[in-house]
């Protein structure tokens, strides 16, 4: 049942609330005035890039190997493994087999939604092939639904974490 809450007379004049709110935007426009750019809360994007942890999961890159083909061997551990169903992937059968690395298939196409994705890097845990990795790379923007479908030929090109 819906539990009723009862507003105190200060909490129906809403003027506590809203001096509290600017009293905290003051609070950091002085502090931001007398602080190094370095060291502030914003940041005038994009002219300067925000510094992300180590641990950040921003958009996936495809590995590759030493000639250029990728890495993943279209196994679907990624996309069983991923709780949004943001991962497609059409596997196609390798005839030129390299004896010095035996695998069966690659993938003709492989996809990720970035609308679905939650960035929980379950696809980077689930591959054994090291083939799939979350980069720290955060301006993922897009202007469409049709742009947030990130194909193969993308995702092999998003730069690598800068600690690579
Ligand atoms: S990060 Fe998580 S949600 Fe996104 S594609 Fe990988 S497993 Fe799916
Ligand atoms: S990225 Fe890794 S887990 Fe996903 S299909 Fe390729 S090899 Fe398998």
Known sequence: MKKEVKLS???????????????????HFFK???????????????E???????????????????????????CYCCATACPADAIFIEAEDIDDLDESYPREKRPKQFIIDLHRCIFCGFCQEACPED????????????????????????LIKTPKKKMD
């Open 32 to 46: 931001n005035l007398f602080t190094p750019p370095s060291k502030r809360y914003t940041v005038e994007f994009p």
């Open 131 to 154: 083939a799939i990795v979350l980069t720290n790379e955060y301006e993922i923007t897009q202007l469409s639904r049709d742009e947030g479908l990130i194909t193969m030929e993308e």
């Open 48 to 74: 300067r890039k925000k510094d992300v942890p180590e641990w950040y999961r921003g958009l996936h890159r495809l590995n590759t190997r030493d000639d250029g083909s990728v890495k993943c061997v279209a």
């Open 9 to 27: 007379f200060w909490d129906r004049l809403y003027l506590p609330a809203i001096l509290v709110g600017m009293g905290i935007t003051i609070k």
